[in-house]
Every structure is written in C-alpha cells, then in structure tokens.
C-alpha cells in the first residue's frame, strides 16, 4: 500500500479516534498532530531506539506526555528527536506509568486535553496493559481498524 493510500484512510480514522495505538517497527512519523482531536489519547509502542518514529513534532508536543519507563526520554525517537531539535526537554514528561496509576500524579486533566503514551518496553508496563484489556469490557464502539482498500 502507497503512502499516500494508507494516509488517506488513516487520516480520517485518526481525526476521529479516542485512543490512537501505534506498534510499528516505522522510521518516520505514521501519525500527524494536526490529524489529532482534544480529548483524544495517542500510545507509542513501536518506538524502542532513537531512529524509530511513529509520530511527528507536533503530536508529541501537544500533549501531556507519560511514559513507561525513566529510560523512554533516551530510547525512543518519538522523544530523543524533539528534544535533540529543542522542540522538547525531558522536563515536559509528565510523569512515569507507575507514578500515574499509583496517583502520585496527576493524569488528564481536563476533558480536551491531548495525552500521550510512549513506552520503549518493560515487561510490568507489559503486564499492566495485558491486565487492564483482560478487565475490559470490550472494544469502543467508536474503535477502527484501517485496512488496505480492495
């Protein structure tokens, strides 16, 4: 599938998507900012070294940023490269996943709020999210999948 394909589906699904996952293995942003909504949450997995990417400047930094581990600032390009371009400084990371769902601080903080996840890997950010869809209901109702057109 052409990129220009895949961004014309994906585009209108990510515009109007709650909750945005990305788990590529991509190089270069799959998902833009401006295509983002307030209120809307966006999660990078794919993101585990600093030449991976799945998101561009703009969705990192407008968001209040959580991630999984205090090494994600280090590893993940989706953060190592907009802080290496000054867009970003390692103090704009709201907090770790561990401190969010302790309480030791504070999640959204108002209904359109944008909110972004990066995790570079560990393996209780692993179990937790394994056990918070074990717990779940089910999918959104409002959840797409993008499939390649035939």
């Keep these: 599938m052409s990129s220009l394909v895949a961004e ?3 585009a209108p699904a990510a515009g109007e998507a709650d909750i945005i996952s990305c788990a590529t293995p991509a ?3 799959v ?3 401006d ?3 307030p209120g809307s949450h966006l999660d990078l997995v794919g993101s585990f070294r600093p030449t991976m990417r799945e998101a561009d400047d703009q969705c990192v930094c407008r968001g209040t940023i959580f991630i999984d581990t205090p ?3 280090h590893e993940s390009g989706d ?3 907009p802080i290496g371009a000054g867009l970003l400084t390692p103090d704009d ?3 770790t996943l561990p401190d969010l769902c302790a309480g030791t601080i504070p999640g959204r903080r108002t209904q359109e709020g944008i909110t972004v996840f990066n995790a570079v ?3 209780l950010t692993d179990l937790t999210a394994t056990s918070a869809v074990h717990r779940s209901p089910g999918p959104s109702p409002r959840a797409h999948t993008c499939q390649e057109p035939t």
Excluded: D, F, N, V
Aim: aromatic share 8%; no cysteine; hydrophobic share 40%.
């Design 93 to 95: 990371i709201a907090g």
């Design 27 to 29: 190089t270069g942003p």
């Design 71 to 73: 090494q994600a600032p």
């Design 8 to 10: 014309a589906y994906l």
């Design 31 to 33: 998902i833009k900012g």
């Design 35 to 37: 295509w983002r909504e």
């Design 79 to 81: 953060l190592t490269q």
């Design 121 to 123: 890997g560990s393996a």
